[in-house]
């Protein structure tokens, strides 16, 4: 079966960088637009960064300029580059990906930005 998951999360300070990973296993991952959402406490999940298959990106606003969103077909893995972390970036981040026929999520990696 289809399975995501997610590493690198951690506790980092303020302008501090951690790099996400997120392994894909039983699928053919290179047909897959592949996304990074992460939720806070107390608020909806949100889109962060989008990677199509041919390796279109978009971001979300509040994190242009900082994260980086990379895909490695070869590896089936999904990455984010996170630099000049802010207090507010703090959330649980989820791998997706999706194709025409099917939608899956990773479980999560906390990602906690405090000094």
């Known amino acids: 079966q289809v399975q995501l998951v997610e590493s690198g999360g951690g506790l980092v300070q303020p302008g501090g960088s951690l790099r996400l990973s997120c392994a894909g296993s039983g699928m053919i991952f290179s047909t897959y637009v592949m996304n990074w959402y992460r939720q806070a406490p107390g608020k909806q999940r949100e889109l962060v960064a989008h990677i199509t298959s041919g390796g279109s990106t978009l971001y979300t606003d509040s994190v242009k300029g900082r994260f980086t969103i990379s895909r490695d077909n070869a590896k089936n893995t999904l990455y984010l580059q996170m630099n000049n972390l802010k207090p507010e970036d703090t959330a649980v981040y989820y791998c997706?990906?999706?194709?025409?026929?099917?939608?899956?999520w990773g479980q999560g990696t906390q990602v906690t930005v405090s000094s």
């Open positions: 997706n990906a999706v194709n025409i026929r099917s939608d899956y």
